[in-house]
């Protein structure tokens, strides 16, 4: 009996087979996802060429190409603004790296959707071969029959209609949830495809792993400390407890997030003295994967409640965030909000 090779199936697949899920669907949607999975595979292949070709910084050098160096997060950006909605699905783009969004309800298309993204988080890792990421939101446009505006832009998390990342890191993964699952694609660059290797992500109800700054300590607050204290000693406990969880932080976002959301941990930004409002933002990095958590059983929270519930009140809106495995994200909420167990 010879080996019946695995189905490989890629992104593209799968996405048509989530449309067959709404026969009313136009294709639109299937058609934006596409768009966000080619600007990936074109943001991974200048990722990993960065070492090589001296992309590493805003020097105003020209490269081997006598191209002038652009960053690679403005590179990875205008990659994205470029790809997204080229058949006129999207009404709003909205960009970590743009102070304003870009409207744009005219011309051919729908102008149904809202993307917000994060082109290239935690880019000043590159030079250091540290993983990166891209972080997307996809929210559906409010006002059918008017112009669009803010009330289509600012919209909380429980409204997206799908949200994901894509870790460029010893491999190029793209992990997304559309409300039916989460689910990990694998880049392979051979055949320029995304293959289905991690089908319905599930995270761990109770993570052994805590990722925090303890660098930021001082400037936390009493609560926050006995939180972390709690984490690394183990919960109510007197000190020495072996109940404690390990420490892992590498200090870029969807790295850290992705390796909790695998193995089960809880990931917390907290206020400090300098962002007393928390340091990462709300639209373009806390609700995107705060769905994708969500859907994989897991919990995000700004310390005193759902970040999917908040309503930004700007584009770069930031916040506190603990996010990752349910238990320990409910229990740190639970101490931050005055409510002991
Ligand atoms: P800190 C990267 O700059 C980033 O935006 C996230 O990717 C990361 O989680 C966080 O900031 C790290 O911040 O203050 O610990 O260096």
């Avoid at 373009?284 to 519930?309: H, K, M, Q, T, W």
Wanted: glycine share 12%; hydrophobic share 35%.
């Amino acid at each position: 009996m010879t080996n019946t090779p695995r189905i490989l199936q890629t992104i593209e697949s799968h996405i048509l087979d989530l449309q067959k899920l709404h026969p009313a669907a136009s294709g639109d949607f299937t058609g934006l996802l596409n768009d966000i999975t080619f600007a990936a595979k074109i943001v991974s292949r200048e990722v990993n060429k960065a070492g090589l070709v001296d992309i590493l910084g805003a020097t105003g050098e020209s490269n081997v190409q006598g191209e002038t160096v652009q960053k690679l997060d403005d590179y990875a950006n205008a990659v994205f603004l470029k790809c997204l909605g080229t058949r006129g699905q999207v009404c709003i783009m909205g960009s970590e790296e743009l102070a304003e969004p870009i409207f744009n309800d005219v011309g051919p298309g729908s102008h149904n959707y809202v993307v917000i993204f994060d082109p290239l988080d935690g880019s000043s890792n590159i030079d250091a071969n540290v993983s990166v990421g891209t972080i997307f939101g996809i929210w559906k446009r409010r006002s059918l029959l008017n112009k669009v505006g803010p009330a289509d832009l600012l919209q909380p998390g429980r409204q997206l209609v799908a949200s994901g990342y894509v870790i460029y890191g010893s491999s190029t993964m793209l992990v997304y949830t559309a409300g039916h699952g989460v689910h990990g694609f694998t880049l392979d660059p051979s055949i320029g495809e995304f293959l289905l290797s991690h089908e319905n992500i599930t995270t761990p109800f109770v993570g052994g792993i805590y990722s925090v700054n303890e660098g930021n300590e001082p400037t936390w607050s009493e609560p926050v400390r006995e939180t972390v204290r709690q984490l690394k000693y183990g919960r109510d406990s007197g000190r020495g407890s072996a109940g404690g969880k390990t420490s892992r932080y590498i200090g870029s976002l969807v790295a850290d997030f992705h390796r909790n959301l695998l193995y089960g941990g809880v990931f917390l930004y907290p206020p400090t003295a300098d962002k007393p409002g928390g340091k990462l933002r709300l639209m373009c990095e806390a609700a995107p994967l705060a769905l994708v958590v969500e859907n994989a059983g897991g919990y995000a929270s700004d310390g005193r409640g759902p970040i999917l519930d908040i309503t930004p009140d700007q584009l770069h809106m930031r916040v506190p965030l603990y996010i990752g495995s349910r238990d320990d994200v409910m229990w740190i909420e639970k101490m931050l909000s005055g409510v002991q167990r």
